[in-house]
């Protein structure tokens, strides 16, 4: 009797090791593909990053290309001497956005799965949800902002100027006739357009500095990446 009790028991045991064994590899496979999972998003979320650092540098250099024309549309003396083309450029400089669409589709596929908080760095998952839900967030404010203005600079512009219908398809710009010498005028004396120009130019500096900012902030969070990926 004892030794069918005895045998009975390990055999218990037998299958509670079994079974807690099973469990424990079921366990280790699923935090392993976790691991793998998170690995896997985070070098896509590297990839999202890079491609905002490449938009946000190349703007930078749109910045210091198109800012000159502030300074000539806003002397109006020194357009007279200027091109038919360099004066359409000086207007689609001054009345147009500048900001970026900043990529963000890895970000919000990681935090809707799940997977932004199985990061087991928490200093890397904070700087990667501040990076996108505060830095990234401001730099949006500043771009609806300047959008909106421009919209309302149009109005302003469309409700004054005279326009040149211009029948090559190719060109899709909204076109001032500088033949109507009045057009000149209106730039130098329209107060409610001036104004516009210097506030929206002041828009253009500040998502300048910011864009810089941007950049600094994209770069620390990829190094951070980086690190917790080679751990």
Do not use: C
């Amino acid at each position: 009797m004892k030794n069918i009790l005895a045998r009975g028991g390990i055999e218990f045991l037998a299958v509670l090791f079994g079974i807690s064994g099973s469990l424990w590899i079921d366990d280790y496979s699923e935090e392993k593909e976790l691991h793998k999972q998170v690995f896997s998003s985070l070098y896509a979320l590297k990839d999202e990053l890079k491609a905002n650092e490449d938009l946000f540098a190349k703007s930078i250099l749109s910045f210091e290309n198109r800012l000159p024309s502030f300074k000539m549309i806003l002397n109006p003396d020194m357009l007279t001497t200027l091109s038919i083309d360099e004066l359409d450029k000086i207007k689609h400089d001054t009345g147009s956005p500048w900001s970026i669409r900043i990529r963000s589709r890895v970000f919000n596929s990681m935090e809707a799965s799940g997977l932004l908080y199985k990061i087991q760095d928490r200093d890397l998952m904070d700087k990667v949800l501040m990076l996108y839900q505060d830095s990234y967030e401001r730099y949006k404010f500043i771009a609806d902002y300047d959008n909106t203005h421009i919209h309302k600079m149009d109005d302003i512009a469309l409700s004054r100027f005279t326009y040149r219908n211009e029948e090559d398809p190719l060109k899709w710009k909204w076109l001032i006739d500088w033949n109507d010498k009045n057009n000149f005028e209106l730039i130098k004396s329209f107060m409610v357009y001036r104004s516009y120009l210097l506030t929206n130019r002041g828009t253009k500096r500040l998502l300048k500095i910011n864009t810089i900012s941007q950049i600094s902030e994209t770069q620390n969070a990829l190094e951070a990446i980086d690190k917790y990926l080679l751990k």
